[in-house]
């Protein structure tokens, strides 16, 4: 089960969710970009698995709704004053995500990889604990991003911006909507040391047109990145477009989307119920056989 983590100073609620696991699964991922962190209590004595989801009490609404179309039993609390830092801090782990790249808590001093990627647990997504960072990353690194121009679209922590640079990005801009992110992105920045520093720019990727570069990341929830691949095939560009935060169930949709863009997706990764793709113009693709060895497709 996906732990994503992020920490925050806004009044929260747990959603204390129960039922079969699919159900959990989709149901955090339909609640996407409303969800601060979650958390799988210890197993019980052969319950239904649980999962208590943090968000922010004014999205209870929202979260609520879409409850309604779930077969999972709800209950709502307040989160406990000292919780919420005091177990992050805890259950922090180092993430392996490919044999050579390893996430770590800023504070961590014993892990030792070839590349490790410095985050501290904070208000932004993205601490490596959600399988849908992880994919993008190893997507990043099967692609190579020696000397590109990065753009790095839904940025919370900032961890594939600064994964990026750490694999020879020549330049990243990063652009995030949430100011919640904002002291996290740049924090990170400091615990890493970067051969190139990601710009970050405060706005909507929904708005976004500038894709004059060389890769796009985003992981984002299909909402958002089923525009944004809109735009991108629009503004002619020639970059390779890592897509994540998709579920396996979206496969079809992604790659039917695709198609009507004179784009195609490829190279699709999985990991659980997770999803990640490179998507690009269909005429950029080279001939001849190019997967690479453990691609999907
Ligand atoms: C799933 S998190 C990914 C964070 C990080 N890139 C990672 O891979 O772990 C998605 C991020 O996209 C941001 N986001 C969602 N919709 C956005 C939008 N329309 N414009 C800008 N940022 C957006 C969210 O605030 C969140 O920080």
């Known amino acids: 089960m996906v732990v994503p983590a992020a920490a925050t100073r806004r009044e929260l609620l747990i959603l204390e969710l129960e039922g079969p696991r699919e159900e959990l699964e989709i149901c955090l991922a339909q609640l996407g970009d409303l969800v601060t962190g979650a958390l799988e209590p210890p ?14 009490a ?4 929202a979260a609520e709704a879409l409850l309604m179309t779930r077969r999972l039993s709800s209950t709502w609390r ?10 992050w801090r805890k259950d922090f782990e180092p993430v392996t995500v490919t044999a050579g790249i390893t996430i770590v808590p800023d504070w961590d001093t014993t892990t030792n ?18 399988a849908t960072t992880c994919l993008a990353i190893r997507a990043i690194d099967r692609l190579g991003c020696r000397g590109a121009r990065v753009l ?6 900032g961890v594939l911006a600064i994964a990026a640079s750490l694999l020879g ?5 990063a652009v995030e909507h949430d100011p919640d992110c904002e ?3 740049k924090d990170n920045l400091t615990f890493n040391s970067l051969p190139v520093t990601p710009r970050l720019v405060a706005g909507d990727v929904l708005e976004w047109t500038d894709f ?3 890769l796009v990341l985003a992981n984002i929830n299909p909402k958002v990145v089923f525009p944004v691949l809109e735009h991108f095939s629009r503004s002619k560009s020639r970059a390779r477009f890592i897509v994540s935060g998709l579920l396996t169930g979206d496969e079809t949709r992604l790659k039917t989307h695709c198609r009507s863009l004179g784009l195609t997706a490829r190279s699709l990764l999985r990991e659980a119920e997770w999803l990640s793709a490179v998507v690009e113009r269909r005429d950029r693709r080279p001939a001849g056989p190019a997967t690479a060895a453990g691609e999907i497709d």
């Not at 197993?43 to 922010?56: E, K, R, S, T």
């Not at 790095?152 to 922590?157: W, Y």
């Open 43 to 56: 197993a019980g004595n052969g319950g239904n698995p649980q999962l208590y989801v943090y968000l922010a």
């Open 152 to 157: 790095d679209l839904g940025s919370g922590s």
């Open 183 to 185: 002291g996290n992105f």
């Open 58 to 61: 004014r999205d209870r609404p």
């Open 169 to 173: 990005a020549a330049r990243v801009v």
């Open 113 to 130: 990889a070839p590349i490790l990627i410095r985050i501290r647990p904070g208000l932004a997504f993205g601490t490596g604990h959600h």
């Open 212 to 214: 004059d570069c060389d």
């Open 78 to 87: 307040p989160v406990p004053k000292e919780d919420w830092e005091v177990n």
